[in-house]
């Protein structure tokens, strides 16, 4: 089993910057994409970022320039820096991991959810 452990949620002026943080353990044989997603309230959930084992980044449009993946392979970390923040990045966020555990069996693990308050 796979367990995720976020961290570095807050609240923030707008303008202001955050790094989350998201460790994945447990029965790890490799790992095939690290991202994060978010959710406001009504709205649906949307990919904010990620990363896949080959280096690949995808951002959605709106953090493009303002957001940045990264990733420590050794210890299965991923990261996600956030400057020039805005209210509108108000969110939950969450990290999702995909991969292929010790018995080569498939899983997809999401955090418990970090929450972003971006406020004057």
């Known amino acids: 089993q796979v367990q995720l452990e976020e961290s570095g949620g807050g609240k923030v002026q707008p303008g202001g910057s955050l790094t989350l943080s998201c460790s994945a353990s447990g029965s790890i044989f490799s790992i095939v994409a690290m991202g994060w997603y978010r959710h406001a309230p009504e709205d649906q959930r949307e990919l904010v970022a990620s990363?896949?084992?080959?280096?690949?980044?995808n951002y959605a449009d709106s953090v493009k320039g303002r957001f940045t993946i990264s990733r420590d392979n050794v210890d299965n970390t991923v990261y996600l820096q956030m400057n020039s923040l805005k209210p509108e990045d108000t969110a939950v966020y969450y990290c999702?991991?995909?991969?292929?555990?010790?018995?080569?069996?498939?899983?997809?693990?999401w955090g418990q959810g970090t929450l972003v308050t971006v406020s004057s």
């Open positions: 999702n991991v995909r991969g292929y555990s010790s018995d080569w069996s498939p899983f997809d693990a």
């Open positions: 990363k896949n084992a080959g280096g690949a980044t």
